[in-house]
């Protein structure tokens, strides 16, 4: 594919670092990468603590699951999202609660959320889909009001901003994902972080199986095996090397693509005022009328790949079909026309016009 929706860069040290690895033999979760990782990723993002895990699916249960989550609890979580972040909420015997999405942005409509806390809510997860960072103001006030957790899934917004301050240092916890499409990879894994100590600590104790931290093979709590490898993480120290470079390089080829359909019926995803959006994907809304399928076949023959985030909301999913018959205006809007354009960090200003002018001419 000529035009890939998306290819990480991974032309630093990554392959340096992966190679120390293997010389000497720290393969798995132990290894001087881990922790280096960690802390510079917790230092990017302005926070205390941070704990590395295999992917993002599991840091959204270890944040749940170290919060005391659990059977009888719901927690309030946008319908415009990855299922992930849905599952995890259930894997606790919890009740995954769906709120709609502003028009504006996209992101969870805080209104919503006000009308769907019951008696039973214990927090709300709110998504920064697509790099857009969600209205944190309205959001921690309503948290403190209610005496509500906040959990911040941050898998899309690595170097989003909301009034000069990174996603994922508002809430009590928040979780990002280095899966190979994300704004920075280790191949598979994700991070949780926070400025908690204790909570810091009980999702460390969590990762590793519920090991005793003073006292060999002695577990004293019912944990996972989630934790990150030394091969990955060195992955993702190299990644960080060249974060700045790589969301530079995502806010231009986001505004090409901003320039091209000027004067168009595409609808681009707008940065708010006081957010500064990390652009994980080039996300678009096609006009009504356009057949997406179509278009995206059409595409294809020209060698130029694009993505669907996501076809079919997590309430219309075979696997929450008790939500089934509940109306979302905004978010089933957005995922009828939504698409993802190509937006991998060697695309140049000709790789976007060229991509756009197809587009534009379909």
């Not at 249960?61 to 990855?82: K, M, N, R, S």
């Not at 926070?194 to 709590?221: C, P, S």
Request: net charge negative; aromatic share 10%.
């Amino acid at each position: 594919m000529k035009y890939p929706v998306y290819q990480p860069s991974l032309v630093g040290n990554e392959k340096k670092y992966v190679n120390e690895c293997l010389d000497s033999t720290w393969i798995s979760s132990k290894g001087k990468f881990v922790q280096q990782f960690e802390t510079t990723f917790a230092q990017f993002i302005g926070v205390s603590h941070s704990a590395s895990v295999c992917n993002g699916t599991v840091a959204l249960h270890l944040a749940l699951e170290a919060l005391g989550i659990g059977e009888g609890d719901e927690v309030i979580v946008p319908t415009l999202t990855y299922i992930a972040s849905v599952n995890a909420i259930t894997y606790t015997g919890a009740k995954a609660v769906f709120v709609d999405s502003l028009e504006d942005t996209w992101q969870i409509d805080h209104k919503d959320v006000e009308q769907k806390i019951t008696k039973d809510t214990k927090a709300i997860m709110c998504v920064h889909v697509y790099g857009h960072a969600c209205d944190m103001d309205q959001l921690t006030a309503i948290c403190k009001e209610r005496d509500l957790f906040l959990i911040e899934d941050c898998a899309e917004a690595i170097g989003t901003l909301y009034k000069g301050q990174h996603v994922g240092s508002f809430g009590d916890v928040a979780t990002f994902s280095f899966y190979g499409n994300k704004t920075i990879t280790t191949g598979e894994g994700g991070m949780v972080v926070t400025n908690h100590r204790t909570l810091h600590d009980r999702m460390v104790h969590l990762k590793g199986q519920g090991l005793a931290k003073y006292r060999e093979y002695w577990h004293d709590a019912v944990g996972y095996n989630y934790r990150m490898t030394n091969i990955c993480a060195a992955i993702g120290c190299a990644q960080m090397e060249q974060i700045d470079h790589i969301l530079q390089k995502k806010k231009e080829i986001a505004s090409w693509y901003q320039d091209a359909f000027k004067s168009t019926a595409i609808a681009f995803h707008q940065e708010a005022p006081e957010t500064n959006h990390s652009y994980w994907m080039c996300t678009v809304l096609l006009p009504e009328d356009v057949d997406r399928e179509k278009l995206k076949a059409a595409l294809i023959d020209k060698g130029i790949e694009t993505a669907i985030h996501y076809p079919i909301p997590p309430h219309k999913q075979p696997a929450y079909s008790e939500w089934g018959d509940l109306e979302y205006p905004i978010t089933e809007q957005i995922h009828e026309e939504v698409m993802s354009l190509p937006m991998s960090p060697a695309h140049t200003v000709e790789d976007a016009q060229y991509v756009a002018s197809m587009i534009n001419a379909y």
